[in-house]
């Protein structure tokens, strides 16, 4: 069975510095994705960004990148330039490269943005 | 942009009660999958479908079935409700394909008293 970890059940930040939230996963699957979700105080999870296992090339979204080692099987979040509206809980999470397959969170990193 | 439609949003049953989740997945998305999240806890997988055919099954209790409509809406039905029960329950949809993004919508609050 896949397991994801997140070893950091909190973290703060400064406003406008940068945060690296870590994240392993443990799969015997070759073929396989990887997430990383925020829930805010409303509740709702809201996709961050997206890797495919077989790219070599870390994904990027705006402020938002990934550091990832697939040998390590590692998936760490970067956040620059760190805003108010980033505090939340931040879920890292697993999916097998099979169509309609389950999302597996790990335990998840709450994260406080300082003023 | 449409996004998930769940209702409704906040239900409140007693115990050994049924209760009835609906979901409306984006448009054009066919797949559906049902999580659970109880307090201070990561969402747990509880069900999928594609095509109206279960793709996937996590740990839903046997008190619980779920299915897909062909509009792609799907319920989630909980019967003989048990105080652990109380959770959030949020529904996702995605494209068809491997590794396609899940997206979830607002999810419903069950209080079971």
């Known amino acids: 069975a896949q397991t994801v970890t997140q070893s950091q059940p909190e973290m703060s930040v400064q406003e406008a510095e940068t945060v690296t939230l870590s994240c392993t996963y443990d799969?015997?699957?070759?073929?396989?994705?990887l997430f990383w979700y925020k829930q805010p105080p409303s509740r709702q999870m809201i996709l961050v960004i997206r890797q495919e296992a077989y790219k070599q090339q870390n994904a990027t979204e705006n402020r938002f990148s990934v550091n990832f080692q697939k040998a390590a099987k590692s998936f760490s979040l970067k956040i620059s330039d760190s805003q108010l509206g980033d505090a939340a809980m931040y879920f890292c999470?697993?999916?097998?490269?099979?169509?309609?397959?389950?999302?597996?969170f790990g335990e998840g990193t709450q994260l406080t943005v300082n003023p | 942009a449409a996004g998930v439609i769940q209702s409704p949003r906040h239900l409140i049953k007693e115990k050994r009660e049924t209760a009835t989740l609906k979901c409306y997945p984006i448009?054009?998305?066919?797949?559906v999958y049902w999580y659970q999240q109880g307090p201070g806890q990561d969402p747990q997988f509880l069900i999928s479908?594609?095509?109206?055919?279960?793709?996937d099954k996590g740990s839903i209790p046997d008190r619980f079935s779920a299915q897909q409509f062909s509009d792609y809406h799907s319920e989630l039905n909980m019967s003989s409700l048990e105080l652990g029960d109380s959770a959030l329950y949020f529904c996702a949809s995605s494209l068809a394909g491997e590794g396609a993004e899940q997206y979830f919508g607002p999810g419903t609050r069950l209080t079971v008293t």
């Open positions: 448009p054009r998305h066919d797949t």
């Open positions: 799969t015997s699957e070759s073929d396989y994705y």
């Open positions: 999470a697993y999916r097998r490269g099979t169509s309609g397959s389950r999302l597996t």
């Open positions: 479908f594609y095509e109206k055919m279960q793709s």
